[in-house]
């Protein structure tokens, strides 16, 4: 079975820039989630999607980030424009939803790697 | 609203000793509880996991967790650690939404 494929792994780019992650989840989970971890820092979550609808993005900085999923599949995490704390890595996850949230271990991507200089 | 604690940020134990990584939850309700660990460069890897029934479960790679209502721990353990579980330690949490904990560094020394 396929896992989470996330790209790029890498990226540096210049503050005030833009940048765009893709995520694709393991095929038929209906939950995605995107997270940012700073170094030292634990998993925070940004926005979590339930098929191509929003669930939580209680932390998500609307101002410079956004996030789609398109048709409840692929989504993008994009960041415009970006400051030097955004350096960090930015984890996706997927996760199989069903009654009783019996399902509910998330799987994760490699992440990318942000360096804002 | 929910939360997670781990009060440790680093550990040291010797190859060969047991291990104990502490984790507190915050929530009205008995949550679901994961561990997770995280190698230099590598996503989250899944541990083990408590839904509900016996409060001692059992994960890959050696690991063992137990849930205490009373104490709104859900601790990690192992009795005999070899130097490859060296890595980054995540106690979540999932009520609706997985929040994470700060993490526990494990070092092994030889």
């Known amino acids: 079975e396929a896992g989470v494929a996330q790209s790029p792994r890498y990226k540096i780019i210049e503050k005030r820039q833009s940048v765009a992650f893709w995520c694709n989840p393991i095929s038929g989970h209906a939950t995605l989630y995107w997270y940012q971890q700073i170094l030292g820092q634990g998993p925070k979550l940004l926005i979590q999607f339930q098929n191509n609808g929003v669930v939580d993005d209680s932390q998500l900085p609307k101002d410079r980030f956004s996030a789609e999923r398109l048709k409840g599949v692929d989504s993008t995490l994009k960041i415009q424009p970006a400051k030097l704390e955004d350096s960090a890595v930015y984890l996706c996850a997927s996760s199989l939803e069903s009654r009783g949230w019996v399902n509910t271990e998330a799987f994760f991507g490699q992440g990318t790697r942000l360096t804002v200089v | 609203a929910q939360s997670v604690t781990q009060p440790d940020i680093h550990i040291t134990v010797s190859e060969g000793a047991s291990l104990e990584l502490r984790c507190n939850y915050s929530?009205?309700?008995?949550?679901?509880l994961f561990w997770y660990v995280q190698s230099p460069g590598q996503g989250l890897q899944l541990l083990l996991k408590y839904f509900s029934g016996d409060t001692l479960v059992q994960g890959i790679k050696g690991f063992e967790a137990e849930f205490k209502r009373s104490q709104s721990s859900f601790n990690l353990r192992k009795p005999s650690v070899h130097w490859s579980d060296a890595a980054e330690y995540f106690c979540?949490?999932?009520?609706?939404?997985?929040?994470f904990g700060q993490g526990t560094t494990l070092q092994v020394k030889p």
């Open positions: 929530y009205g309700a008995t949550p679901y």
């Open positions: 979540a949490t999932h009520t609706g939404k997985l929040i």
